[in-house]
């Protein structure tokens, strides 16, 4: 019997997919069957990602450089997967950044380049890929919120905005698309120790940080994979305008 899990025959477009998360997400896509396209700004870490993945799948992996504060990259990301692929099934909008300000220091530029990155290419990227999941009847967006959306910290202003933003589309794509078959969810990761956190956050903090969650610890990325893959599959098709929180359960503790 075939797993409500299972991913053969859909391809899956997932954004900032040469390490942490996306990554991960890419390999356990492909580990259940699915062909994967990935994109991030750097060529070097795309080509890795992807001849690893293929090796231990041998799945399709394709990738695309773009940088995604950058909308005429998104377009030129749109061109790339259409020319790659016949057809996106699934699209993961994973990749951000941060750029932590106080709020009376805060950066137009700075403000501009995280909006687009964490928020306006989801929104733009969901736009060119609907109409064709439409006609098949079928599809899946998940947008990469954050815990940071829920409970914010100091300096934080942008990133929570444009997190709690996407969790807003998301629900409000979801009643658009859902009579088409399509649904629209958030995951919402809490203490992942990728490259980001690695280089914003001190010693100290990270180990403040691990020991406020429940497990007293940091998320291996790994672990997001199969909540990503519940919202990806047939496994959560009664889903859609959700926001599903990984974290630990850092936001349990009000310690």
Not at 30 to 57: K, Q
Not at 102 to 128: F, G
Not at 216 to 233: F, H, M, N, Q, Y
Request: glycine residues 10%; proline residues 3%.
């Amino acid at each position: 019997m075939k797993s409500r899990f299972d991913l053969t025959g859909r391809t899956a477009l997932i954004t900032g997919g040469s390490k942490g998360l996306g990554k991960a997400m890419a390999l356990g896509f492909a580990e259940h069957g699915a062909d994967v396209m990935i994109c991030s700004r750097n060529a070097g870490e795309l080509e890795a990602a992807a001849a690893e993945i293929r090796e231990a799948t041998g799945r399709r992996i394709e990738f695309a450089v773009a940088d995604l504060s950058n909308r005429q990259d998104v377009e030129s990301l749109v061109a790339a997967t259409n020319e790659k692929f016949e057809a996106i099934d699934i699209v993961v909008n994973n990749a951000g950044s941060n750029n932590p300000q106080l709020v009376d220091s805060i950066e137009d530029d700075a403000w501009d380049e995280i909006v687009q990155l964490n928020l306006s290419s989801c929104m733009a990227l969901t736009r060119a890929f609907v109409p064709a999941m439409k006609q098949r009847g079928w599809g899946r967006v998940i947008h990469i919120s954050s815990i940071v959306a829920l409970a914010a910290a100091p300096a934080r202003s942008v990133y929570a905005a444009t997190k709690a933003g996407l969790i807003g589309m998301a629900r409000a794509q979801a009643l658009e698309l859902g009579t088409s078959g399509i649904t629209v969810n958030c995951l919402a990761p809490g203490p992942f120790l990728t490259d980001l956190p690695a280089a914003k956050l001190t010693a100290e903090q990270r180990e403040l940080i691990g020991n406020r969650t429940a497990l007293k610890r940091w998320g291996d990325t790994a672990e997001l994979i199969g909540p990503a893959l519940l919202l990806a599959s047939e496994a959560g098709s009664y889903m859609t305008g959700s926001v599903v929180v990984v974290d630990g359960g850092i936001l349990a503790n009000l310690g």
